[in-house]
């Protein structure tokens, strides 16, 4: 019923398909829960801004519910 999550993101995103470059990619680490109750999947993320940059957070917060696919 309840579960746990360890994730990675990388990538960014550019105007131009020419502007894509590796050292342009970042990088997100985070955690979650995951809660599988009666009445459906519940997750709520944090994600970790590791680098940011001019006025970014620090990190963000998400919650949903249901299943991604």
């Given amino acids: 019923m309840l579960g746990g999550v360890i994730f990675?993101?990388?990538g960014n995103i550019w105007n131009r398909l020419g502007d894509a470059k590796m050292d342009g990619?970042?990088?997100s680490p985070g955690l979650g829960i995951r809660v599988n109750a009666?009445?459906?999947l519940f997750l709520?993320?944090?994600?970790?801004?590791?680098?940011?940059?001019?006025s970014e957070s620090s990190g963000m917060f998400y919650f949903s519910v249901g299943?991604?696919?």
């Fill in 44 to 54: 709520t993320d944090h994600g970790f801004n590791i680098y940011p940059q001019g």
């Fill in 25 to 27: 990619v970042r990088l």
């Fill in 8 to 10: 990675l993101e990388v």
């Fill in 67 to 69: 299943q991604a696919f």
């Fill in 38 to 40: 009666q009445l459906g």
